[in-house]
Every structure is written in structure tokens, then in C-alpha cells.
């Protein structure tokens, strides 16, 4: 089964640091990267996603960066705030199959401190 | 407002007992979709839909069943043949399953098997 493998499990940040998730995958065939957000009791919602066409894309303050050979992609979240406390999902695609086969992590719980 | 709406929120059911999950969509969209989410395991795909009176296995079909009789609606019943049913259930459409399409998904429903 394609897996993508997220990184940390649980992430404890202070109030205005930068909270980092990982992720990596395996099938090089995967060409769409959305990231999802999750609030307790809560579905996921999208938050930004990303193409292998670029390196780098940014959406306030989440980042999502992405390296095509290290078959890697990171969600950074710069000045993070008590409001990020969510669980937060990886996932990966292809345009030929798209949503039937996306592939989800396992989730970064984040909690954000003062 | 446009929306998932999937009911009951809760459920506990006797082992042995089958028991049906609803999911109601006015967001005129296509593409319907059931997951599953544990704990440590992220959302993995039960079933999938299409268009109406058309429906696909996902990667963990096994003990459910699934009927599309309306664009609204994907209701997703457990049966007494799932081995492990307990579990936070999601529901999520689409404008369509190809391509890069967001998912919107509900609050879900926790069943509980006793």
C-alpha cells in the first residue's frame, strides 16, 4: 500500500515560535500535497496544498515546503498562535486518480502554548 | 449555509447489531466520500461515489455497505461483519474525484460498538 509517513506523532510549540510537521513519500507518481487541518470534534478542513511544480508555497503564515528528490514536504507555521491547536494531516495524490486515492499521514497533534 | 451534514453525531450499539450512518450534502457536488479515522492510523478511504447509482471499494470495505440513490445523500451502513467497528467516521464530497479537488468534510459521527 502507498503510504506517506508524517513526523512528529505530537508537536508542543510556544506562542509566536515556528511549528514544523514532515512528511515523506514513497510513489513518484504523486503530484498533488494538500495539508489538512483538524479541530477537535471537528472534520478536516483544507489549509493549502501544493504541486512538485514549485519548491515553496506560502498562504499567511503556513508554508508548505516541498523537495522533489529527498521525496519530501514540510508545513511550517511561522508565529504560531493558541488558535493553531489542531491536528494536522498530510496527504498525497495524483491528478490521474485524485481524491480516490489520496493518501492521508497519520496526523501531527499541535498544541500551541503561551 | 452549504454543508456536510452527517447524523448521529454519537452512537453506541450492541456488537452484532448493523447500524447506519447519514450523510446529506447540499453543496451540489459529485464526488461523495466515507472514511474511517483511528487513532495513530489518519483517514483511511471506505467507500467512494461517483455520480448516482454508482459507487467503488475503497482500500477498507470490508464490513460496510454504502447505497447512492441521491446526489445528496451517501449513507454508510456498519455491518456485524466489520471485526473492529469502533471508530470516528467521516464523510466528504467533492465537486468531482479526479484532479486536485478540495474535500469538504463533516463533523462525523463516533459509534461506539459495546
Known amino acids: 500500500q502507498q503510504q506517506v509517513k508524517q513526523s512528529p506523532q505530537s508537536l508542543i510549540v510556544q506562542k509566536g515560535g515556528i511549528s514544523i510537521i514532515n512528511c515523506a513519500y514513497e510513489n513518484t507518481a504523486f503530484d498533488y500535497f494538500p495539508w489538512y487541518q483538524q479541530f477537535p470534534g471537528k472534520g478536516p478542513a483544507l489549509l493549502i496544498a501544493i504541486r512538485p511544480d514549485v519548491s515553496e508555497k506560502k498562504e499567511g503564515r503556513f508554508t508548505i515546503s516541498f523537495n522533489k528528490s529527498a521525496k519530501q514536504f514540510s508545513l511550517h507555521i511561522m508565529d504560531s498562535q493558541p488558535g493553531d491547536s489542531a491536528t494536522y494531516f498530510c496527504a498525497a495524490s495524483d491528478q490521474d486518480f485524485g481524491n480516490e486515492k489520496l493518501t492521508f499521514g497519520t496526523g501531527t497533534r499541535l498544541t500551541i502554548i503561551p | 449555509d452549504g454543508g456536510i451534514t452527517q447524523s448521529p453525531k454519537y452512537l453506541f450499539r450492541k456488537e452484532g447489531q448493523n447500524v447506519t450512518l447519514s450523510c446529506e450534502q447540499n453543496l451540489n457536488h459529485d464526488a461523495m466520500y466515507w472514511y474511517r479515522q483511528d487513532p495513530g492510523q489518519g483517514l483511511r478511504l471506505i467507500y467512494y461515489s461517483q455520480i448516482v447509482n454508482d459507487f467503488q471499494k475503497g482500500d477498507i470495505a470490508e464490513g460496510y455497505s454504502v447505497s447512492r440513490e441521491k446526489k445528496e445523500s451517501f449513507p454508510l451502513t456498519v455491518t456485524s461483519a466489520q471485526k473492529n467497528p469502533t471508530a470516528f467516521y467521516l464523510c466528504?464530497?467533492?465537486?468531482?474525484?479526479?484532479?486536485?479537488?478540495?474535500?469538504?468534510f463533516g463533523e462525523g459521527s463516533r459509534l461506539t460498538v459495546l
Open positions: 466528504a464530497s467533492s465537486m468531482s474525484t479526479g484532479g486536485f479537488g478540495e474535500l469538504f
